[in-house]
């Protein structure tokens, strides 16, 4: 078992110094770390409408909103999903329109550019659900092109095999407040004259405002789809009043103390968007505070206004404080100490929407923003409590009272197949994804690998590694039997070449790596399994020595792995090898050393790393991040247990 690093002891741990000083530095004088979390310009396009919409426009700088969009717009004349993929259809429609919004004319030489662009892709008949949406808001659109969402859906309730918490915590958040624009299918006249005509490929006289078909058994919902406008146009809504009040109250309900609703902009957009259609005014205190949160998340520099679809404060404090702890930092250290503590007070300890579905769990959970009592999730909370458990604390016993009630909590989360999702339960009937409303795909959370190896990683944390007769920690609620519950449908997502799926990052190499590092901790035993995957990351590997993966391997398999190398993407890797040298005894010599030299000698002279690419994933195919810290805390997280193996290693 030997590591044979390339770099001296002393340029490694000069990195490592470098790496802690340069995010120690960036601690909020509260405690916590936040970094932004950029998206595509779907999501500043989409508030610009919003304000047109309230005319609350000229009260934000949206100048230099058209300015931040102007910027984005690539050689090829649109706008990207992430970095690099050649231009995306929905997207630039979208940025075309806001532009549009802001005053900027059709014969804009930007605009011609995208103009071309887009009707090179097949114009707006060829764009999501969603884009389509926002055009019809404005008359751009025809709704007869758009799904109907009745409003009795919201009267459905349990034992019925439907109600709205079978959607995603996402979905359900932004698709509530829908019920109600969609019933009332309101055209609001925010600009004179304004038309996309051009932007109809085949003329805006010969489109067909219909849904279109898939030519298989989910064409019963165009159908379905069918009859609703009949219901609609006769006005032979069923339970109709009642539906839009119930949807109205659940808004109300929902929303956060802050003006916040579900932590992202898709729930506080359509929310806000409800409200109009339903008479409130502008003045209203609910409505003030929904666009005041929609403004916290907003950034600012003197040439440019954007908004970001979320934010990640307690994601990226946990993050940050868990690299620090793990690259050397005294678990007493200032710093940690003040990070652990503004943690430990972001516990939630109020019921959310999770309790439909599990009404034995009770709250001890963490969300991912600064607010959002109605939606944490499994993922954050495994990962604040392994972060907690490394950092001491002044009062240590409430810490230990947090973590147990946060376990006990996740292991009430899980789900018949055995592994965990993200925010519910058992939230997994696929057939929602082929209704003609979801072409995200993206309307159900099922349980997944990489969060599931996340929660398996917070057991070995807390117990210790399994030795050889005892294969299966337990920790509090999360006993034996849960875990091998969990290990099983690990071993069963393992695809045939090694890898792991990765929902929430992109994408196998995350996805793996999470499962390694769980696998190494819980499960060594797991040999085979173990091996096999730390074999696929070395196949991955690229001729300069780091890892990358493309975003498009969500839509394409065959690149699986393959991508340019990237910060995140190595760091994910050498964590993935580190584990499974840690399990197997097996040291893949060469490509951790050749891993650890990439990061290295691609470290920037202030400690950081660049990273254009988007790491990050929201909504596989469809919708991705560039988190800004990731590119900081996992690279100095895989230098710091480098530097920990190899210690133990000589």
Known sequence: MQIQPRMTSSQLDSAIAASQEHLLAQQHPDGYWVAELESNVTITAEIILLHKIWGTDQARPLAKAAAYLRSQQRTHGGWELFYGDGGDLSTSVEA???????????ADPALIQAREFILARGGISRTRIFTKFHLALVGCYDWRGLPSLPPWVMLLARPFPFTIYELSSWARSSTVPLLVVFDRKPVFMVADGLSLDELY?????????????????????LWLDKLFKLGEAWNLVPFRER???????????????????????PAMLNSLLALRCLDYDVADPIVHRGLQAVDNFALETPEHYWVQACVSPVWDTALVVRSLADSGLPPDHPALVKGGQWLLAKQILDYGDWAVKNPKGQPGAWAFEYENRVYP?????????????????????????????????????????GGWAAFDIDNDQAWLNRIPYGDLKAMIDPNTADVTARVLEMVGTLAGP????????????????????????LVREQDPEGCWYGRWGVNYIYGTSGVLAALALVAPHHHQAIQRGADWLVRCQNDNGGWGETCRSYVDVGLKGQGTSTASQTAWALLGLLAAAEATGHWADTAITRGVDYLTRTQQPDGSWDEAEFTGTGFPGHFYIRYHFYRQHFPLMALGRYRQLKGQAA
């Open 201 to 221: 490929s085949e003329g805006r006289d010969q489109v067909r405002f219909a849904l279109p078909a898939s030519n298989d058994w989910s064409d019963v919902f």
């Open 243 to 265: 539906g839009l009040r119930l949807a109205e109250n659940w808004i109300i309900e929902r929303q956060e103390a802050s003006g916040d609703w579900g932590g992202i902009i």
């Open 466 to 489: 399994a030795g050889p007769g005892d294969p299966r920690p337990a920790v509090g609620a999360l006993n034996a039997d849960r875990i091998q519950r969990a290990l099983d449908y």
């Open 377 to 417: 999730d499994v993922d954050d909370s495994a990962m604040v409590v392994m972060t907690l458990a490394a950092v001491t604390l002044p009062d240590e016993a409430l810490k230990q009272a947090a973590i147990a009630r946060a376990i006990n909590w996740i292991a009430t989360m899980q789900c018949r197949p």
């Open 96 to 106: 075309y329109l806001a532009l549009r919004l802001l005053g900027v004319p059709a």
